[in-house]
């Protein structure tokens, strides 16, 4: 029982994070991904910008995942 406390702490404070910080985040980069994408058909530099972008965008996944598997911060 004392090891679900600490990990039981880090879920509510990744939940937060995911909450304030990465559907924001997200939700607001979504628009530029989804603009880019076209270009990166005939702009080859596009693809990588778009790629980037993309791994921002899925910044709520990772706030998700490491609220369920209960990962500290940092590692």
Do not use: S
Request: net charge negative; hydrophobic share 60%.
């Amino acid at each position: 029982m004392a090891d679900l406390c600490p990990g039981l702490l880090w879920a509510v404070i990744w939940f937060f994070g995911l909450i304030f910080v990465g559907w924001p985040i997200g939700f607001l980069l979504a628009w530029l991904y989804v603009c880019l994408l076209p270009f990166g058909a005939c702009i080859e530099a596009m693809k990588g910008a778009a790629e980037a972008v993309l791994g921002i965008v899925q910044l709520p996944l990772t706030f998700a995942d490491n609220m369920v598997n209960m990962k500290p911060c940092g590692k």
